[in-house]
């Protein structure tokens, strides 16, 4: 069946074998159907061969290309949380920071305010989720931590407190409160907490270090020496659990024990910032030249 043709002039239909439009006599261009047709199908056979010539290509640059070393993830452990190392002072005469605690609930408008920085923000939104539900504990200790790291941690307690109340079997709040009094420097307080977050989750080197650098900062460095131990039993790679054992070890005036400590310190972080400070008290503490009022 003829195909009719269409006059571009007045829309009318008549027979394709016409040369003019029989409404307004327009002249009709002639329109091949069939060599339409054929083109047609030759455009879609050059079309798929150059896509496949495409696909090939790519293929060969995607196996040509020189890969990169996948990154190894951070063996988590037991960790709940993944919670941070802690990082390694440039000075050796000092311990190093504490570890904390990230922020404990991953979801919800509160933790976009926090993961962004904006810790007022965050502040407000929990105390409405407080304010319908009193007892909802994670927020009662998010809320206590972001007083934390806004450096109000005696109005964090409080908050710590109520949460304990409500799930005291939950390690991180715990945690949370005993970190707080430290940054208060209520010593006893903080090292009580510790250690009952020590009994809940035992196998937390991160738990472990903060014991021991409270008990540092308390002045009990034979206790500190002990779990300072501990830490790197559970976390052997961690050079900065060694620098803060050989500073507990220098305070205890066991001059060649410290610089043991200092020296697997060293394997393991031997370009560490204060690697060159670290050498020279090493040297100095095997020379025999070191008194117990120099090395306290």
Not at 78 to 94: G, K, N, T
Not at 277 to 286: C, D, E, G, S
Request: with cysteine; proline share 7%.
């Amino acid at each position: 069946m003829a195909q009719a043709s269409v006059c571009a002039s007045c829309g009318s239909k008549f027979s394709a074998e016409r040369d003019r439009c029989p409404r307004c006599r327009a002249l009709v261009k002639v329109v091949d159907h069939v060599g339409v047709a054929a083109r047609s199908r030759r455009l879609q056979k050059i079309g798929g061969s150059l896509l496949s010539v495409a696909l090939v290509a790519l293929t060969a640059v995607w196996l040509l290309a020189p890969k990169k070393e996948p990154t190894a993830a951070t063996p988590g452990g037991q960790d709940p949380l993944a919670a941070r190392r802690p990082a390694v002072s440039a000075r050796p005469a000092e311990a190093p920071a504490p570890a904390e605690r990230p922020y404990m609930d991953p979801s919800g408008r509160a933790h976009e305010s926090y993961a962004a920085g904006d810790y007022e923000a965050a502040l407000k939104q929990l105390q409405q989720a407080i304010e319908k539900n009193p007892r909802d504990a994670e927020s009662l200790s998010n809320l206590g931590q972001i007083l934390v790291r806004l450096g109000r941690p005696q109005e964090a307690l409080p908050y710590f407190d109520r949460a304990i109340a409500l799930n005291g079997d939950r390690w991180a709040y715990v945690f949370n409160r005993a970190r707080a009094a430290r940054l208060l420097e209520r010593w006893p307080e903080s090292i009580e907490g510790y250690r009952r977050a020590q009994a809940l989750f035992p196998n937390d080197y991160v738990t472990t270090y903060n014991l021991a650098l409270t008990l540092h900062k308390a002045g009990n460095e034979e206790a500190a020496v002990t779990e300072y131990q501990k830490a790197i039993a559970l976390a052997p790679e961690d050079g900065g659990f060694r620098r803060a054992l050989g500073i507990s070890l220098e305070k205890l005036n066991r001059p060649a024990d410290a610089a043991a400590a200092y020296t697997e310190y060293l394997k393991l972080s031997p370009n560490a910032p204060d690697a060159d400070k670290v050498r020279q008290r090493i040297a100095l503490l095997t020379s025999g030249k070191l008194t117990s009022e120099s090395s306290s």
